[in-house]
Structure formats: C-alpha cells, structure tokens
C-alpha cells in the first residue's frame, strides 16, 4: 500500500544517506491527531545513519510533502514521520480492500495441512467440540483465503477399546436392531457398559478381546464397527452442516491400521522404541526433554492413541509432502504432542513444521450449564437453545427486526452467536459461554455484526443506485467519521494476515467488530441518502464496501450475515 510514498522516502534515504537496504512501515497512529499514516523508520535509521532521528524526520517529511497524495506531513515526538493524505489518494487504496474481499487464487506449493473436529465416534457432540471444529475451520478458511495450498483433515476417533465395550454392550443389552439405533442410544449402552463394568471387572476383559478381534478384522466386529460408524457420521455431519464446517479428509484412527506395524518395527531397529512393563513398548525421552514416558504398544499387543498418530504423520508426509501439519486441539493434550513431536524427531524423520494449535477450556456463565453432571452437554441441544432464545428476541424485538424468514434468520442468528460467540475470544485461554453476551444487539457478537450488515444492504437498497463507487475527488474534504471508517477499511488485510500468522480468529473477529462499530459511528453522524454530489458517492461506496468486508470475513468466520434484519 502507498506505494508512490514508499518509493519516495525510499529514494531519500538513499540519496540523502546512501543506505540502499530499507524497508519502510507504514502505521495507522490510534490518535486521529496524528495523521492517517505515521512511519518510525527515522528512528530506525538514527544509529546506522549517525543523525538524530528528528533531522531524518525532517528530510522525509519534505520530500514526501512533495508527493501529490500527500496534503501535509509533520514531524512529531522523537522523530515520527505523520501524513495527512488528501481524500483522494486515501479513497484510491480502498482497491486493495476491494482485493481482499475474495480469495486470492491458490498458490502453487507444498500444501499446509490443519487437522481439526476430531471427535470420538458413537458419542454425541459435546458443546466442547464446537471449540476445535469452528477454530480449526477459521483458520484453514483463513489460509484458503490467502491462497495457502490447505489441505484439511478430521481424525476420527473411531478406534480403540471403546469399540470392544460397545459391541459387548450391545450383545448383552440391545433391544433392537443396530441400524435402528441412534447415536444416543449408543451412547446408552456405552453408560451402560460403565455402570455394570463397575459391579463386574470381567466386562473389561471381555471387552478387550473383543477390540482385539476388531484389530484382527474379525468379520463379525468388523460389520458391526462399521454400521457404528455409519450412524456416528451421519448425526454429526448434520451438526458439520449447521455449523457450515467441511473437513475434506476424514481420515479417522481406523486408516492407520497397516501403517503402525513398519513404525514399531523400524522404532525398536533405531532404539527409540524400548521394551517398557509388562511387554510394553516405549519410548523414554532425554531427562531435559521433563517429557514422561511414552506408551507405543501394551503389552496385549494393541495399539493405541499414540501409535496412530505417529502413522498419521508419516501417512501425511508421504501422500501430501507438506510444509506445515497443524493440529488444533485442547490445551489438555499439550503432553501428547509434545511426546509425539519428540518422538518422530528421534526417528529421524525429514519433518515439515509441526504446530498445536492450543485452545483453552470452556467455562459457563450459567450455573445450569456448568454444574450438569453425568451426561454430556450436547452441543446439538446447545445450538437448539441459542436459535430458540434468537426466535425470542426477533419477536420481543418487534418492528425493529424485518425479516422475510424469521426461521432462517433465527437459525443464523443462533448457531452464529455460539460460534461467534467462541472465536471471538482469545483462543489460548479459558472461553466463557454466556448466553448474555453472545446473543446482545450491542456488544462484541454475532447479532451485533449481522445488524451492522443488514443495515448496510438496506441502505444500498434504498439508494437505488446501481452503479456504486468512489468518486474522483476534487475538492471535497473527508469528516472525521469517514477518515476513520476509510482507517479501518484499509487495515481489513492486514488483520486477516495477522489472524492468518497467527493463527487467532479472534483477531479477525476483532477487527470486524471494530469496523461495525467505526461504520455505526459513520451512519448516526452524517447522512448518507441525503448528502449531495461527490459525497453522496462515496457514502454509499464507504457503505457497500463495508458489507463486503462483514460479509467476507464473517463467512471466514463460518458466520452467515443476512440481507434484511
Ligand atoms: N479424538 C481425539 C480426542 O477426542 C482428538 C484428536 C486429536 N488429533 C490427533 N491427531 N491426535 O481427544
């Protein structure tokens, strides 16, 4: 951006001091009084040049009072270059903001692969899965935006004992067909299994044959894993389908069956893997690593968690050669990856860059939802509640809500609020779940940001005007309240970089909110229909490319934003 300011400090700087190696930063300063764009690089330069940063300032600013973009330029503080810019050269970077609404086309390179979701399969979703599917798809949306090569994959939990205790359950105490059943009356048996196993430790045993028989591929097990299978994805694709998440990849624990078996052989050949107790095998890490002891294999033979991620990389590595592997899962695992990262590496293996994605706990305002005991808070009921409790305020909201379809907008508003509501928090810690806040007209949320678009299309449709777009200016000047609005337009690539980077929806959601607010501020303060000429122009134009904006990056977010509300 400002590349005609760039080049022209950068040409001074050469000139002037013979330094040809700069790179210059523009920053939007927080204070209005300090101009549009402010740039630190005399600061930088004092040391190498020998100068003090106020005389650089100096040389800068008059060779950039020069450019015809430039309406003033100021040195300030110890050394920091401002500019006001004239209407017209700030209006013309809104091109770039234009860009940044759609996707950059997909660059041709190795691919970065983001495994998220993940849940266990013949349980229901718990609304503690919402956190690793809607963060893990942000940032893989946020990737594909930016035109990174994703791949994305979901590593079902479909393997393990649990299987054996299902399918002994189900012998003992089913009362219908398997295909008859629903995931919650798996969920039943499984309960079931926990409850007896307690009063009978032998169900245990039972059970682990059983799952040994599944490791076998015994055919019996093996139909009856797969009709469980079957009726898991189905239940939570329809949740996958509200919460607008698609994983390309459903390469669950079960894929790695063959794979497991080369990775112990060649780890005990390497001496990572040892004989542990028991007949176990393992993996014991260097005492500075503080890592604990590994399990790769028990002693029965089975495999487990770990042995399957292991195979999981090598899979990945082999099929997709990729830069990057993320995972994006529960802090609570931090143990696990950081003993499975340590233990490819003293495999040996050429590795790509390895990344957990962390995402703290949830915690819940509502005293009803923390201390439910036993069974699982479903997310399904949670997403049902939220759009009820939308449905509610739509209605108590009245004239002040236009809708065609309150049942769409309801649904919208709702499952956007629980995820709105999620990604708008710094992922890295504790998320609080309030209902309160994540479905309040005014604040950081959701239905704040789908008001803000609707009000936007509405104002478009008023307009009747067809051809919308930034006027040439000539010698109208910006109010306060469309400088900052055309601030906050212009920083809409970077916060998506940014988020990018760092892989913080938060960030992103941030931003959105600010620009609402910052667009809000726009419309209470000046009138937009009714201003006259030029500036009625670039009015509607400020205001349809803020809707773009909301509407891209709420998509982003896998929240849809509606046209009327
Ligand atoms: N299924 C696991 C769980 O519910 C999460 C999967 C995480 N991914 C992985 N590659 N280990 O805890």
Partial sequence: MFKSLTSAAISEVQNEYGIDDVSINWRRPQDKSHGDISTAIALQLAKEVGKSPRDIAEKICTALGKDESVDRCEVAGAGYVNIWLKPNALISELINTEQSCSKTPKRDEDPIVIEYSGPNIAKPLGIHHVLSTVIGQAVSNLHTHLGYNVITVNHFGDWGTQFGKLSVAFDKWAEKELSDHSIDDLL?????????????????DVAREAFCKLEKGEKEITDFWKTVVEISLKAINELYDRLHVEIEYPHSESMYQDLMEPILKEGLKKNVFVEGDKGAVVVEFEEETG???????????????????LAQIRYRIDTWHPKEINYVVDVAQSLHFKQLFKTVEMLGWELPNLDHILFGRM????????????????????????????????????????????????????????????????????????????????????????????????????????????????DE?????????????????????????????????????????????????????????????????????????LKAGAKILTIRVPERM
């Avoid at 039943?188 to 245990?204: G, M, Q």
């Avoid at 337009?489 to 970089?497: G, I, K, N």
Wanted: aromatic share 8%.
């Fill in 188 to 204: 039943a048996l499984y309960v079931r299994f926990h409850e007896e196993a307690e009063k009978d430790s032998s169900l245990d």
């Fill in 477 to 549: 000047t910006l109010e306060t309240k469309e400088r900052v609005l055309v601030g906050t337009l212009l920083q809409f690539s970077s916060a998506l970089q940014d988020a990018c980077d760092s892989k913080m929806p938060h960030v992103l959601a941030n931003y959105l909110y600010q620009l609402c607010q910052d667009y809000n501020a726009f419309y209470n303060d000046l009138p937009i229909l009714k201003a006259e000429g030029a500036m009625r122009d670039v009015r509607l134009a400020l205001t349809s490319l803020t809707a773009s904006v």
């Fill in 291 to 309: 890592l604990s002891t590994a399990v790769v294999q028990k002693g029965d033979s089975a495999t487990i968690y770990l042995t399957r991620d």
């Fill in 363 to 474: 915690r819940f305002k509502d005293v009803e939802m923390s201390t439910r005991k036993g069974n699982i808070l479903r997310l399904e009921q949670v997403l049902n509640e939220a759009v009820d409790r939308a449905g509610e305020k739509i209605k108590t909201h009245g004239d002040s809500i236009k809708t065609d379809n309150s049942d769409d907008l309801a649904e919208m508003m709702g499952v956007g609020s629980v995820v709105y509501g999620v990604l708008s928090q710094n992922r890295k810690m504790d998320m609080m779940f309030d209902w309160d806040k994540f479905l309040s007209f005014e604040g950081n949320s959701a239905p704040y940001l789908q008001y803000t678009h609707a009000r936007t299309c509405s104002i478009l449709r008023k307009s009747e005007t067809d051809n919308i777009h930034f006027p040439n200016l000539t």
